[in-house]
């Protein structure tokens, strides 16, 4: 499984992206996909999730909640993560990764794409 995220790019806050990650490989069947990301000096933590094999489920960090949107698209194989109203907190690599029920954790992940916000 390969993970390509894009869309990264520097907005004034009030501004908005959107990131997109396309899946590859033979074994390509998620359950779900999901957003992280990193901001300097902290730890990388959830943004946003939705549910791939069935219905359109989706889930958010309270921070990002009524910013994001997090929608799929099967037939390609990709994910978006559409932000606005960024704000710089938001400033981070953002990565999309890959996991099935079974999976413990998310074990694939694509190579991060970087979004920084200025005030």
């Known amino acids: 499984v390969q993970l390509q995220a894009s869309g990264g790019g520097a907005v004034q806050a009030g501004g908005s992206l959107r990131l997109s990650c396309v899946g590859s490989g033979r074994t390509f069947s998620p359950d779900f996909m999901g957003w992280f990301r990193q901001a300097p000096g902290k730890e990388r933590e959830f943004v946003a999730r939705v549910f791939w094999s069935g219905g359109t489920r989706t889930y958010y960090a309270d921070s990002v909640e009524g910013r994001f949107t997090i929608s799929r698209d099967k037939a390609k194989n990709t994910v978006f993560l559409q932000m606005s109203n960024l704000r710089p907190e938001d400033t981070a690599v953002y990565y999309c990764?890959?996991?099935?029920?079974?999976?413990?954790?998310?074990?694939?992940w694509g190579q991060g794409t970087q979004v920084t916000v200025s005030s």
């Open positions: 990764a890959a996991r099935r029920t079974s999976h413990n954790g998310w074990p694939y």
